[in-house]
C-alpha cells in the first residue's frame, strides 16, 4: 500500500485520535489539528510512539472559526505536496443556549457544517494531486431521530434547541456529501466523498459524569455505558475503513455504519433543499467550490 497524506480534523481526542493512531499504524503520513498546542502536540508524540511512525504532523485551528480553517488551509499547502484522504470528523454539540461564533454564525452549524465545506473547497485542489483521493464526513444517525430543519432559518435564530441543531448539522453534511459527490462526478473531479455514523461511542466526559454519581454512577451506569456504546476504537473502525479500504477504492456517495452502506433518512432531503444548504455554504463563507 502506498504511503497516503491524510488531515484529519478533531484527532487530539476520543474517535478521531483513535482513527489517526490506527492509520498511523499503517505507515501512513497524518497530519492532525487542534485548537490547544500542548494537547495537540501531547497527541501527535503519543501517537508517534504507539505507532512507530515518526510522519505525524499537526496544525492548529479552531474549526469554528472561518479565518482558522483559511490559516490551516494555507499552512497545509505551505508545508505538504498533496493531500491523500481528507477526514472531517471535528464536530460537537453545545448549550442549552444558542451561541454564535466570532462570524456570527451559530455555533454547531459553524463547526460541524460550515467547517467541513470551507475546508473541502480550500483543499480540493490539493486532492486533486493524488489518485484516489478520499473525502470522509463523521456524521451522525442523529440527522433521522434528532433533525427538524427549517430551511429558511438554517442557524435556527427561532426554535433553537442543542439537539435540534445538532441533528440538523448532521442532516446538512450528509446531505453536502451527496450534492459534493454529484458535482465531481458532473465536473470529472476523480475524488469519491462518503459520509458515516460512528455509533453511540463512550467518551472521557460520559466516564467521569457518571463517577461524580458515586457508587451509582461506578456500579450501574458504567458497566451499561461500557456494555451499550462504543470504545472510540470501535466508533473509529468506519472511519478508518474508508479512508484505507481497497474495498471502497471506487465507491461514493454513500453513508455507511459497521462498514456497512446503510439508508439515508430522505425525509427532508430533496434536490431543492440540497440546493439551498449549497448556496448557503457559499453565501457564508464567501467561497465558491465550483466556480
Same mark, same amino acid.
Given at each position: 500500500?502506498?504511503? $497516503?497524506?491524510? =488531515? /484529519?480534523?478533531?484527532?487530539?481526542?476520543?474517535?478521531?485520535?483513535?482513527?489517526?493512531?490506527?492509520?498511523?499504524?499503517?505507515?501512513? &503520513?497524518?497530519?492532525?489539528?487542534?485548537?490547544?498546542?500542548?494537547e495537540?502536540?501531547?497527541?501527535?508524540?503519543?501517537?508517534?510512539? #504507539?505507532?512507530? *511512525?515518526?510522519?505525524?504532523? !499537526?496544525? @492548529?485551528?479552531?474549526?469554528? =472559526?472561518?479565518?482558522?480553517?483559511?490559516?490551516?488551509?494555507?499552512?497545509?499547502?505551505?508545508?505538504?505536496?498533496?493531500?491523500? +484522504?481528507? /477526514? &472531517? %470528523?471535528?464536530g460537537? +454539540?453545545?448549550?442549552?443556549?444558542?451561541?454564535?461564533?466570532?462570524?456570527?454564525?451559530?455555533?454547531?452549524?459553524? @463547526? %460541524?457544517?460550515?467547517a467541513? !465545506?470551507?475546508?473541502?473547497?480550500?483543499?480540493?485542489?490539493?486532492l486533486?494531486?493524488?489518485s484516489?483521493?478520499?473525502?470522509?464526513?463523521?456524521?451522525?444517525?442523529? &440527522?433521522?431521530?434528532?433533525? $427538524?430543519?427549517?430551511? #429558511?432559518?438554517?442557524?435556527?435564530?427561532?426554535?433553537y434547541?442543542?439537539?435540534?441543531?445538532?441533528? *440538523?448539522?448532521?442532516?446538512?453534511?450528509?446531505?453536502?456529501?451527496?450534492?459534493?459527490?454529484?458535482?465531481?462526478? #458532473?465536473?470529472?473531479?476523480? /475524488?469519491?466523498?462518503?459520509?458515516?455514523?460512528?455509533?453511540?461511542?463512550? *467518551?472521557?466526559?460520559?466516564?467521569?459524569?457518571?463517577?461524580?454519581?458515586?457508587?451509582?454512577?461506578k456500579?450501574?451506569?458504567?458497566?451499561?455505558?461500557?456494555? @451499550?456504546?462504543?470504545?472510540?476504537?470501535?466508533?473509529?473502525?468506519?472511519?478508518?475503513?474508508?479512508?484505507?479500504?481497497?474495498?471502497? #477504492?471506487?465507491?461514493?456517495? =454513500?453513508?455507511?455504519? %459497521?462498514?456497512?452502506?446503510?439508508?439515508? *433518512?430522505?425525509? !427532508?432531503?430533496?434536490?431543492?433543499?440540497?440546493?439551498?444548504?449549497?448556496?448557503?455554504?457559499?453565501? /457564508?463563507?464567501?467561497?465558491?467550490?465550483?466556480?
Amino acid at each position: 500500500m502506498r504511503k $497516503k497524506t491524510i =488531515l /484529519i480534523t478533531g484527532a487530539t481526542r476520543g474517535m478521531g485520535k483513535a482513527a489517526a493512531l490506527a492509520l498511523a499504524k499503517q505507515g501512513h &503520513h497524518i497530519i492532525i489539528t487542534g485548537r490547544k498546542e500542548y494537547e495537540t502536540v501531547q497527541v501527535q508524540q503519543e501517537i508517534i510512539l #504507539e505507532s512507530d *511512525n515518526p510522519h505525524v504532523d !499537526y496544525i @492548529l485551528a479552531d474549526l469554528s =472559526l472561518l479565518g482558522d480553517i483559511h490559516q490551516l488551509a494555507e499552512r497545509f499547502k505551505q508545508r505538504f505536496d498533496g493531500l491523500d +484522504i481528507l /477526514i &472531517h %470528523n471535528a464536530g460537537g +454539540i453545545f448549550g442549552k443556549e444558542r451561541m454564535e461564533t466570532a462570524d456570527a454564525i451559530e455555533k454547531t452549524i459553524a @463547526l %460541524n457544517f460550515v467547517a467541513p !465545506y470551507l475546508l473541502t473547497a480550500l483543499l480540493t485542489d490539493e486532492l486533486q494531486k493524488h489518485s484516489d483521493a478520499r473525502i470522509v464526513f463523521t456524521a451522525s444517525d442523529g &440527522h433521522s431521530s434528532m433533525a $427538524k430543519p427549517d430551511f #429558511e432559518d438554517i442557524e435556527l435564530k427561532q426554535g433553537y434547541t442543542a439537539g435540534r441543531a445538532y441533528g *440538523n448539522a448532521k442532516l446538512f453534511l450528509i446531505m453536502m456529501s451527496q450534492e459534493l459527490d454529484r458535482k465531481f462526478k #458532473e465536473t470529472g473531479i476523480d /475524488i469519491t466523498v462518503n459520509s458515516l455514523h460512528p455509533g453511540v461511542v463512550i *467518551n472521557q466526559k460520559m466516564v467521569e459524569d457518571a463517577k461524580r454519581r458515586g457508587f451509582l454512577g461506578k456500579a450501574i451506569m458504567l458497566p451499561l455505558m461500557r456494555l @451499550l456504546m462504543k470504545t472510540a476504537e470501535q466508533g473509529a473502525d468506519t472511519i478508518v475503513y474508508l479512508a484505507s479500504s481497497e474495498e471502497v #477504492e471506487d465507491t461514493s456517495g =454513500l453513508y455507511f455504519y %459497521n462498514r456497512k452502506p446503510k439508508k439515508v *433518512n430522505k425525509k !427532508y432531503i430533496s434536490v431543492e433543499t440540497k440546493e439551498i444548504i449549497w448556496n448557503y455554504c457559499e453565501t /457564508i463563507t464567501g467561497v465558491k467550490l465550483f466556480k
